[in-house]
């Protein structure tokens, strides 16, 4: 078992909420070998860094650093519930405004590419 499709089953439980608080949202999992053919389709392991860099507050995931990564992991397993609650739907809110903004750049893209041709022709 691979270590994308191990960290999917941790948070299964999460994946099921993020997709019922965006809607149209689709995380793919590593098991259902699907490519993403719209907006609106994530790999969900992709989700699960954002959120861990998110409670984190670090944009990269840097494993040469354990002290480091030891301590900030401590400070999140020390939260309490209502904070945890707070901080994941915050993400949720903030994960459902790049799905937003994924779902116009992907429709754009898929315009584009389809008139371009068109265009040095013409």
């Known amino acids: 078992m691979s270590m994308r499709h191990q960290v999917e089953l941790l948070f299964m439980t999460m994946q099921k909420k993020i ?31 954002a959120y861990y860099s998110f409670l984190t507050k670090s944009a990269m995931n840097r494993r040469e650093n354990i002290v480091v990564d030891q ?10 519930e209502e904070k945890l609650n707070s901080t994941f739907t915050t993400f949720v809110k903030y994960l459902s ?26």
């Not at 259902?32 to 969900?44: A, S, V």
């Not at 301590?71 to 309490?80: G, K, P, Y």
């Open 71 to 80: 301590l900030n992991e401590a400070e999140i397993l020390n939260s309490d």
């Open 19 to 49: 997709e019922q608080g965006i809607d149209g949202l689709q995380l793919i999992s590593e098991r259902d070998e699907l490519k993403r053919k719209e907006g609106k389709q994530i790999p969900f392991d992709r989700v699960v860094a």
């Open 97 to 122: 405004y790049y799905i937003l903004f994924d779902e116009q750049v992907f429709q754009l893209y898929s315009d584009f590419q389809g008139t371009t041709m068109l265009r040095l022709y013409c």
